[in-house]
């Protein structure tokens, strides 16, 4: 059978044109899962989905309507859209009502409920973090924005930290195990201090595999202290219930187990000060106690040849007074007799020559009676 070739505008004009003239597709109830909303302008974009499919939705005029939550199952009133410029699918919604609680929230708060009866957020239960941390083991994409963000404020707090990576999927079919495998891989290794489990932020479905069972067990019975830092600082998963501490972005999580360095640092560089202000200290103490000594020892010195200087003084004045001539200076005179002094009357009769000397001079003279 011969094949038909198109254009791909003739193409998209055809699905439009069936979409519009098909009466059943018009003004229709759609019942899925809130899984993402954002706002521009007055309009609404947001998806809903179920088991096996997403649907691309807009509702205009959204601020008439009750915002649902994530997770919420909604029923949405309205038409599909093909757009052929954009080659894209949207459900223009008219209305939207809640139907009840979506099944993927449903059995977020049921496993929450049932993790947290079997006690897997006790606080008693979290580690502490460690003083000393010179190894960070992290769970994450290698392609992602996390670990480049980790690895930059590493670098910039504590240079001398080493990060090491397993990667591993973050989203998709199978990535819980990747994510419980990596957990438990550094729980028994020996070369990390802490983990951080983390990714970027996402939709609800993005976060999922955060929420599973395997990995909450995963992180409760690892040996090492595990950081939770998944997705935005809105976005809350089992993970973050279950890990000792959550941070709000990937790159906090790096902030919080690189803070062990700066302190050291600044420990290190307070005992220097410490040391050489105590050094200092202690010279001018000496110096103190060097002055003081000095001053007593040239005040003992000063007070010994005062003393000695008086001594001296009143030696020099005995010596002076002992002084033969001065004797003679105050109306005294010395007898000798053949060039000896006379000491006693004794020592002279009548007609002994005698010598008297004054304190000017000598003078002869003989005893005329004795």
């Not at 980790?150 to 910039?156: E, W, Y």
């Not at 700066?262 to 040391?275: D, F, G, S, W």
């Not at 004797?327 to 053949?338: N, P, Q, T, W």
């Amino acid at each position: 059978m011969a094949t038909r070739m198109v254009t791909v505008t003739v193409l998209s004009n055809y699905l439009k044109n069936i979409l519009d003239t098909e009466t059943l597709l018009y003004n229709i109830d759609v019942v899925g899962e809130v899984s993402g909303w954002s706002l521009s302008g007055a309009n609404a974009f947001f998806t809903i989905k179920d088991s096996g499919a997403i649907l691309n939705c807009v509702l205009f005029g959204a601020s008439n309507f009750i915002k649902p939550k994530i997770g919420d199952k909604v029923i949405v009133t309205g038409s599909p859209k093909y757009y052929v410029k954009g080659g894209k699918l949207n459900f223009n919604v008219s209305n939207i009502k809640p139907f009840g609680e979506g099944e993927i929230y449903k059995r977020f708060i049921e496993l929450k409920n049932r993790l947290q009866k079997e006690g897997l957020f006790d606080a008693d239960h979290k580690k502490p973090m460690p003083e000393k941390i010179d190894r960070i083991g992290v769970v994450t994409s290698e392609t992602g924005a996390v670990i480049h963000d980790i690895l930059n404020v590493a670098g910039r707090r504590n240079a001398g930290q080493d990060i090491v990576l397993f990667p591993i999927k973050v989203q998709g079919i199978g990535a819980d195990v990747e994510i419980a495998k990596a957990i438990n891989f550094f729980s028994n290794y020996d070369g990390v201090d802490a983990i951080i489990v983390g990714r970027g932020g996402g939709s609800e479905e993005d976060l999922q595999n955060f929420n599973s069972e395997v990995v909450a067990r995963a992180i409760y019975n690892c040996n090492k202290f595990v950081v939770s830092a998944v997705g935005h600082e809105v976005d809350t998963t089992i993970c973050d219930y279950v890990a000792d501490l959550r941070a709000p972005t990937p790159s906090a999580a790096a902030e919080l187990l690189t803070k062990d360095g700066l302190e050291r640092k600044q420990k290190l560089q307070m005992l220097i000060k410490n040391i050489c202000d105590l050094t200092k200290n202690k010279i001018i103490l000496n110096e103190t106690i060097l002055q003081n000594l000095l001053k007593s020892i040239n005040s003992e010195v000063q007070h010994f040849i005062s003393e000695k200087t008086q001594q001296l003084g009143l030696l020099s004045s005995r010596l002076a007074n002992a002084n033969p001539t001065k004797i003679l200076s105050m109306g005294y005179a010395k007898i000798e007799k053949d060039n000896m002094p006379v000491s006693s009357k004794t020592a002279l009769a009548t007609n002994d020559d005698i010598s008297i000397i004054f304190a000017d001079g000598t003078t002869q003279a003989k005893v005329k009676w004795w």
